[in-house]
């Protein structure tokens, strides 16, 4: 039974905590670095308050920094020269859960500018506008990096049918299909497993389903019975992760040993 890639996502606010981060999902296991690049456009800033109580909270919220505060060539040189393993360059809009503060137009150059860099890979949101994804589709295949063609839905998770169907109108337009969903319990997550265990056999297909919520990280577990291609892990261990869906990636690999799981079981 193949096993799927594993790809971590780093998402410092800064290049050295990227870097940092970076060597430390290769050392637990990474194979992939997905770089967040659009986290470097805010700050995480302390936040005090004074509670209903009298008691002065401490806590965090994301700040926006200006566009032209990145150096964007020498910023991806950076992280490229830093991190071992192969990249998968995401520059998130709001709009799919991410924090890129500028206009779609700037964030588009931004990717134009990783593709041209020669990164390993490049996440393409299937929502671009036709037209312009199609130019990146086409400067990605003519420098050899290869494309998740991804879509975020934070709303709510579909059927397996509508999910199954969704694939297949995809497919064309990356290498990898990525899919998230809103997993709002375990009935969500098994839409999902269902989803990916029907599309299991279609031996052309490069697939990540995933959720985000409670459910969700069962696709991520069970990612090898379902034929999955690429499998999104975390380096954080907080208690709450099933909550969101997600699950550490040394975590990951000991599940994954744990359930039989490995390149020399039977399927």
Same mark, same amino acid.
């Given at each position: 039974?193949?096993?799927?890639?594993?790809?971590?996502?780093?998402?410092?606010?800064?290049?050295?905590?990227?870097?940092?981060?970076?060597?430390?999902?290769?050392?637990?296991?990474?194979?992939?670095?997905?770089? &967040?690049?659009?986290?470097?456009?805010?700050?995480?800033?302390?936040?005090?308050?004074?509670?209903?109580?009298? =008691?002065?909270?401490?806590?965090?919220?994301?700040?926006?920094?200006?566009?032209?505060?990145?150096?964007?060539?020498?910023?991806?040189?950076?992280?490229?020269?830093?991190?071992?393993?192969?990249?998968?360059?995401?520059?998130?809009?709001? &709009?799919?859960?991410?924090?890129?503060?500028?206009? =779609?137009?700037? &964030?588009?150059?931004?990717?134009?500018?990783?593709?041209?860099?020669?990164?390993?890979?490049?996440?393409?949101?299937?929502?671009?506008? =036709?037209?312009?994804?199609?130019?990146?589709?086409?400067?990605?295949?003519?420098?050899?990096?290869?494309?998740?063609?991804?879509?975020?839905?934070?709303?709510?998770?579909?059927?397996?049918?509508?999910?199954?169907?969704?694939?297949? =109108?995809?497919?064309?337009?990356?290498?990898?299909?990525?899919?998230?969903?809103?997993?709002?319990?375990?009935?969500?997550?098994?839409?999902?497993?269902?989803?990916?265990?029907?599309? &299991?056999?279609?031996?052309?297909?490069?697939?990540?389903?995933?959720?985000?919520?409670?459910?969700?990280?069962?696709?991520?577990?069970?990612?090898?019975?379902?034929?999955?291609?690429?499998?999104?892990?975390?380096?954080?261990?907080?208690?709450?992760?099933?909550?969101?869906?997600?699950?550490?990636?040394?975590?990951?690999?000991?599940?994954?040993?744990?359930?039989?799981?490995?390149?020399?079981?039977?399927?």
């Amino acid at each position: 039974m193949p096993l799927p890639l594993i790809c971590v996502t780093i998402n410092g606010h800064s290049l050295a905590d990227m870097v940092a981060q970076a060597e430390k999902a290769t050392g637990e296991g990474a194979d992939i670095i997905e770089v &967040r690049f659009d986290e470097l456009y805010v700050e995480r800033v302390e936040v005090k308050a004074e509670n209903t109580d009298g =008691e002065v909270e401490t806590s965090h919220e994301l700040v926006p920094r200006g566009i032209d505060v990145i150096d964007v060539p020498e910023a991806i040189e950076r992280l490229k020269a830093g991190i071992e393993k192969p990249v998968l360059f995401t520059c998130r809009p709001r &709009r799919q859960g991410g924090n890129f503060p500028g206009t =779609e137009e700037e &964030r588009i150059e931004v990717i134009r500018q990783a593709v041209a860099s020669g990164v390993s890979w490049v996440d393409l949101e299937l929502d671009i506008e =036709e037209q312009e994804r199609a130019a990146l589709f086409e400067q990605a295949a003519e420098a050899g990096t290869k494309v998740v063609a991804s879509h975020h839905d934070m709303e709510s998770t579909p059927k397996s049918a509508d999910i199954q169907s969704f694939v297949a =109108e995809s497919r064309q337009y990356g290498d990898t299909v990525k899919l998230c969903y809103r997993s709002n319990g375990h009935g969500d997550g098994l839409s999902l497993c269902e989803a990916a265990w029907e599309l &299991r056999d279609d031996a052309d297909l490069s697939l990540a389903l995933m959720g985000q919520g409670v459910g969700g990280d069962m696709p991520r577990i069970h990612a090898p019975m379902f034929s999955q291609s690429l499998v999104y892990a975390t380096l954080e261990t907080d208690f709450n992760l099933p909550d969101r869906g997600m699950i550490n990636v040394r975590d990951l690999r000991i599940a994954w040993e744990m359930l039989g799981y490995s390149e020399d079981s039977e399927e």
